[in-house]
């Protein structure tokens, strides 16, 4: 491509500091240096994890920072060791890298390689260098995806090649949302066929829990959110039940306890609270219960509960990106959409230019969208 080994202007949202929203901005994007992928973003979806950096609530972010973590697009130019991707390949950018050779890439058991932006410098690329500027100062990656940006950059290990075919305005939902429910559901929990289930939070990661849940044959699937305008979405890919906790006047793991006799086989908790991470766990059954935590808490919350709890059998689990070795699994979960056996469409709710992400912001505050796709 005419723009290889140039530094390309282009648009951008920054985030000059925690608690402002995005500001569109014209940014420079430097060249891949060796072993990474500069890609032309053409979607990108907004999930809360975006938000909740926006608002500040992670304590390891630097800031101006540009976020954005569910992406697909067209590789522009690779760096000269990149041996897995050409220009002109269609790619999703992936929030947790696999490098291959770590004892977890190797590890069956874990997505979680160790070359990631969590043990290493997380807002910057793994040589300490970020290839954003704006108005001449440095500005930060994030989870070495930052999708919210026309051209954005990242290491050979936080990429995948998908099918040229697939298309990158609906695929982009395979970086975060609906991987990470979906997957949290059929590859960490495991759930069986004619379990019973309960998600916490009905947003565009819990939907695909449901779908999930529904996918691996769950017999029950109880859906949980203060936001009743969700309930109909859930039901339609698969919650048999939907309940509101602001209609009853006992904790919600009690009514779920006197729906099902003796607590759900598996429980999510895909909001971000403690407190709701502990009646999700208390939601499963007390002998044999599996809850998996999904949503993130702001930095700084201490989850607390009685050992009681886990202690006749239950299990507490956590799944990122769905468990998935994303490298490996995510372009078979595209060849699964193109087969039309996964509903990804029915996550998205909304459609808006790049220029408008701070409407596409306000919906998800206002609880109006489930996924809201921003088109470069
Ligand atoms: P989104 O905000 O769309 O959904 C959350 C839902 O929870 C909304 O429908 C709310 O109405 C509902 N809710 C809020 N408070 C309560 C409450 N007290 N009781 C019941 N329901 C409530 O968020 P999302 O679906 O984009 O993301 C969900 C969480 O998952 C969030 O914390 C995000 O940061 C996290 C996440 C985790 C991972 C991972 O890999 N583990 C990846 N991406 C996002
Ligand atoms: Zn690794
Ligand atoms: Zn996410």
Redesign the pocket.
């Known amino acids: 491509m005419a723009t290889a080994g140039k530094v390309i202007k282009c648009r951008a949202a920054v985030i000059w500091e925690a608690g402002q929203m995005p500001s569109l901005e014209e940014v420079e994007v430097a060249p891949p240096r060796t072993d990474e992928i500069r890609v032309k973003i053409v979607a990108t979806g907004i999930?809360?994890?975006d938000?909740?950096v926006r608002a500040g609530h992670f304590h390891d972010i630097d800031y101006p920072v540009i976020v954005g973590?569910e992406g697909a697009g067209i590789v522009e130019s690779v760096g000269p060791k990149v041996t897995c991707v050409k220009p002109g390949d269609h790619v999703i950018p992936l929030?947790i890298p696999h490098c291959g050779e770590c004892v977890s890439c190797l590890n069956p058991k874990t997505n979680f390689c160790l070359k990631n932006h969590f043990c290493q410098s997380q807002n910057l690329m793994p040589d300490k260098t970020s290839r954003f500027t704006c108005k001449g100062k440095r500005v930060y990656h994030f989870l070495w995806t930052s999708t919210f940006s026309e051209y954005t950059v990242m290491p050979e290990a936080s990429i995948t090649k998908i099918d040229n075919a697939a298309p990158l305005e609906k695929v982009c939902l395979f970086g975060?949302?609906f991987s990470?429910?979906y997957g949290?559901a059929i590859s960490s929990a495991k759930v069986e066929p004619g379990s019973t289930c309960a998600v916490?939070?009905?947003?565009?990661?819990?939907?695909s829990v449901v779908m999930g849940c529904k996918t691996a044959g769950a017999s029950r699937i109880i859906g949980?959110?203060?936001?009743k305008e969700?309930f109909a979405k859930a039901k339609e890919l698969g919650a048999t039940d939907c309940i509101?906790?602001n209609d009853f006047d006992k904790s919600i793991d009690k009514v779920i306890l006197e729906m099902t006799g003796i607590g759900v086989d598996y429980s999510f908790e895909?909001?971000?609270?403690i407190?709701?991470e502990v009646t999700a766990l208390a939601s499963s059954r007390l002998d044999s219960g599996t809850c998996v935590?999904?949503?993130?808490?702001p930095s700084g919350l201490e989850l607390a509960f009685i050992p009681r709890l886990i202690v006749m059998g239950r299990k507490l689990i956590?799944?990122?990106?769905?468990g998935w070795k994303l490298k490996e699994d995510l372009p078979k979960l595209v060849t699964d959409y193109m087969n039309k056996k996964c509903n990804l469409d029915a996550l998205i709710s909304h459609t808006l230019p790049f220029e408008k992400i701070v409407e596409g912001f306000g919906l998800?505050h206002a609880?109006k969208?489930?996924?809201c796709v921003l088109l470069f």
């Not at 949980?224 to 936001?227: A, G, L, M």
Request: with cysteine; charged share 15%.
């Open positions: 999930c809360r994890t938000d909740h973590h929030c975060c949302g990470t429910g949290a916490f939070g009905l947003g565009g990661v819990g939907l949980v959110d203060i936001n969700k509101s906790p895909v909001i971000g609270r407190d709701t935590l999904v949503g993130e808490p956590g799944s990122s990106l769905g998800l609880g969208s489930i996924r």
